[in-house]
Structure formats: C-alpha cells, structure tokens
Nanobody
Framework: QIQLMESGGGLVQPGGSLRLSCTASRLALERYNVGWFRQVPGKGREAIAYAGTYDEPDKYVESVKGRFSVSRDNAKKSVDLQMNSLKPEDTGVYYC???????????????????WGQGTQVTVSP
C-alpha cells in the first residue's frame, strides 16, 4: 500500500523555524511532483508550496513566499519544507501530496493530487 508520511511538526514560537519532511513507502517520490498543503481550523485545505520534478521551478503562494522553501533530498528520499519566520497564522495541519498532472496552476487543486499523507500539526504560539 502506498503511503505518504509527514514529520517534523510541533510547537514553535513566532519568528521560529520548523522543517517538515515528506517521505513515502512503495512510491518513488523523486518521480512525482510533491505539494505541501495547510489546513487551518474552520477553513479548507490550501496549497502553499510545490516541488516539481526535473527542471520545473518550485512554487509558493504569496503568504509563504520568502519564508518557506521546498527541497528534495534524494538520499533520504524526502521532500522537505523549511519554514522560517513563522507566524501564528501559519498554525494548522500540514499535508504533503504526490501527483503527476499538477503542472501550471493545476497544483492548487486538491483533486489533481494522487496520494496524500495524514498530516502533521504545526502550532505557532508564544
């Protein structure tokens, strides 16, 4: 059974940093586009960052641009989300997803992603 797993969530003070990792079992993650999503209480899940394959550039939504960055670690077979300068409004459950038909603006749409992790909680609070 294919599984995606997020790790690295936790409690951090405003201005702090966290690094989330997305790994997979029974899936060659390096061959898939990987998206990071966030769901805050009372709202839907939204796309925040994207790691394409090959030469496709990374993508970020405006609210995290300049603070978050994605990277692939092929040795660990993971896709990491480095989150810096965290704000209370970054609090939520963070999910990673893997897919193929997610080019252009398609990455924003949840239905285009094939596999999802269970999520990891990130809480930004004093």
């Amino acid at each position: 059974q294919i599984q995606l797993m997020e790790s690295g969530g936790g409690l951090v003070q405003p201005g702090g940093s966290l690094r989330l990792s997305c790994t997979a079992s029974r899936l060659a993650l390096e061959r898939y586009n990987v998206g990071w999503f966030r769901q805050v209480p009372g709202k839907g899940r939204e796309a925040i960052a994207y790691a394409g394959t090959y030469d496709e550039p990374d993508k970020y939504v405006e609210s995290v641009k300049g603070r978050f960055s994605v990277s692939r670690d092929n040795a660990k077979k993971s896709v990491d989300l480095q989150m810096n300068s965290l704000k209370p409004e970054d609090t939520g459950v963070y999910y990673c997803a893997a897919g193929r038909d997610t080019y252009g603006s398609a990455w924003y749409m949840l239905r285009n992603w094939m596999y999802w992790g269970q999520g990891t909680q990130v809480t930004v609070s004093p």
